[in-house]
């Protein structure tokens, strides 16, 4: 069974050769060499690699540098601003770029607010260079659909479930609160879901045992066709570790073999047009 991770970090310490924006809660450092080691420790093929826009925003240039050094285990994915007036000349030139897959937008309430005129333009952008847009817009969910809406030839690309993680434990008391809006985005025929850092929302201890009764609701409203495994480490770190927020989906009797085989790399091969060398 192919298994690739939908949603990765992977960056430098931060220094003056390459400061962060911000610095989050995340480890000093999880280069793509170290993404890689802890990608074969628990035997998984490869992986998106989603440039950290918490610390290099629009600049991409590491994810380029880390999916040169490891071109068969990396696809990767960068960030646009849709305040540029550029910005397809910007996605035109990511596509001439070894290893890219995708583009993504950030859309939640935490940022500046962009103008539709500037998200269409990415969005149609997108389909003129054939990539599909990952978008984050967790807590944001109306706004996420009314740009999904307005443009169904764009195939578009639902990050973390669409529901709103957390950083650090606990779980919120309603982890869950958002999944029926989540359900009803299952009607939209241009848009797959990654079901990454699920494992934060558990409000009990490693497996997680809780997390199956709304990913199975997930599951049924989207079809495991179009949801995509991904652990959102190193985001997730503070709440689980690589091996923690792989071996629940490995381990699980809630999926038959051929369920678990489509959600945790047949989905994303399809969504992305991209598969890893196979891991030894």
């Not at 040169?68 to 910007?90: E, L, S």
């Not at 500037?118 to 054939?130: E, K, P, Q, S, T």
């Not at 529901?163 to 434990?169: A, F, H, N, S």
Request: proline content about 9%.
């Amino acid at each position: 069974m192919m298994k690739i991770d939908s949603q990765v970090h992977a960056y430098e310490a931060n220094t003056p050769k390459r400061p962060w924006a911000t610095v989050p809660n995340w480890p000093d450092h999880v280069t793509g060499d170290e993404m890689v080691a802890a990608m074969d420790k628990v035997g998984v093929d490869g992986a998106i690699f989603i440039s950290a826009f918490s610390m290099y925003r629009y600049d991409a240039s590491y994810a380029v540098e880390v999916q040169r050094a490891h071109p068969t285990r990396f696809g990767i994915v960068k960030p646009v601003d849709p305040d540029n007036p550029d910005v397809a000349d910007v996605v035109a030139d990511w596509k001439k770029t070894p290893g890219t897959v995708g583009i993504r937008i950030m859309l939640t309430r935490e940022h500046k607010r962009a103008s539709d005129e500037g998200l269409d333009r990415i969005a149609r952008a997108a389909v003129r260079y054939d990539f599909p847009v990952n978008i984050l817009c967790w807590g944001n969910l109306d706004a996420g659909m009314a740009l999904i809406d307005r443009h169904p030839d764009t195939r578009f690309i639902l990050d973390h479930l669409g529901i709103i993680q957390p950083r650090v434990p606990p779980a919120p008391q309603e982890p869950w609160a958002d999944l029926p809006k989540v359900v009803e985005l299952a009607k939209r025929a241009n848009l797959v879901i990654k079901i990454s850092g699920a494992c934060t929302l558990s409000r009990e201890p490693y497996p997680f045992p809780d997390i199956w009764d709304p990913l199975g609701r997930i599951f049924d409203a989207w079809g495991f066709e179009r949801c995509l495994w991904g652990t959102d480490w190193t985001r997730a770190f503070a709440v689980v570790n690589y091996a923690e927020a792989v071996e629940p989906f490995l381990g699980t009797d809630r999926l038959s073999d051929s369920e678990r085989a489509m959600l945790m790399g047949g989905a994303c091969a399809k969504a992305y047009g991209w598969s890893p060398k196979p891991y030894p």
